[in-house]
């Protein structure tokens, strides 16, 4: 079949929820994607931050076939083996003392608002708890995440959803302050919102949260499904600005490919959740855990956090140079490998163009360009995308 083909199956069999690109991916190398017509795209999306180790990866795919040969899922009616290793490496990385296995980032926001609620309600016996959730922030689109998403646009159409959320401002402290009552159980936020246009938090910001949620007993949860993992330059972006969260979720380069998540939390708080509270099928199986084991070993191995810090700076810098050469850049910013620019024009057109000239970039909203590229890229690779970049932008 022709790539038009496959679309056109694709289109006709598929419920319509992705406006997709007009390609069809066939195979990976390094940071490079092909499609089926053999064109090579130098990939600056990571699969939406999760493909950090690149394409082809020896040691990573070995290591599933590997698992394959030996034992693929149990349910978890029983122990297995590589949930334990991956279990001790989430917990030891990320300062949190017990964790629970997902499929996905959704799920683990789903499992941490459980977890708030229940350890409110172990507190006082009620079940009228609130949660603060920010503006702008995305959390996923089951019900429960969908409800502490600060976007009118995901949600209209799905309402009524979960009750007791209460939005409040992104880096605006006194904003936070004003939505606090003894209701409320939890404030959930991204330290870096995505989604929301690549903000990262004020360290200021953080630590008054922090202050306002120990001086009122409440729980602070941070989501880093997409900010964590190393794309910031640490394990958890929690840890740049020494504000420990007591619930932390996460997933996507968590497994690199492998479909898993994880919510995290302190000893005090995990002990709310008792069993018939939670459960999952497939969360925590062999095979997803054994992708998070070989994640961690090759992290540790090939120092991946330390190595964003260094490519993410000169990532940044070049970004900049786009701000000082044209107009309608508006500004760059992020974290790590996290990091986008801001545009005065649609960037939709300027993705396409970049997917024509052999680059895959995504956006945040309407006018920010993504980057958030496998963790292992170079400075050759940073200079190839924008050298593309800086073609695109000439002709507007």
Known sequence: MTSQEYIEEAEQRLIHTYNRYQIVLDKGEGVYLYDIDGKKYLDFAAGIAVFALGYGNKEYNDALKAQIDKLLHTSNLYYNVPAVEAAKHITESSGMDRVFFTNSGTEAIEGAIKLARKYAYRKDGTTDHEIIAMNHSFHGRSMGALSVTGNVKYQEAFKPLIGGIEFADFN??????????????????????????????????????????????????????????????????????????????????????????????????????????????????????????????????RQIPEHVQKIGTYLYHTLNQFVEKYEFVKEARGMGLMQGLELTIPAGDIILKALDAGLIVISAGQNIIRFVPPLIITEKHVDEMAAILDGIFAKI
């Open 172 to 301: 605006d402290l006194e904003s936070v302050k004003a939505k606090v009552t003894d209701k409320t159980c939890a404030i959930i936020m991204e330290p870096v919102q995505g989604e929301g246009g690549l903000y990262p938090a004020k360290k200021e910001f953080l630590e008054g949260v922090r202050s306002l949620c120990d001086k009122n007993g409440i729980l602070l949860i941070f989501d880093e499904v997409q900010c964590g993992m190393g794309r910031t330059g640490s394990m958890f972006a929690w840890q740049q600005y020494g504000v420990k969260p007591d619930i932390i979720t996460m997933a996507k380069a968590l497994g690199c490919g492998v479909p898993v998540g994880a919510f995290a939390a302190k000893e005090t708080v995990a002990s709310a959740l008792v069993p018939g509270d939670h459960g999952t099928t497939y969360g925590g199986n062999p095979f997803a855990c054994a992708a998070v084991n070989e994640v961690f070993r090759q992290y540790k191995q």
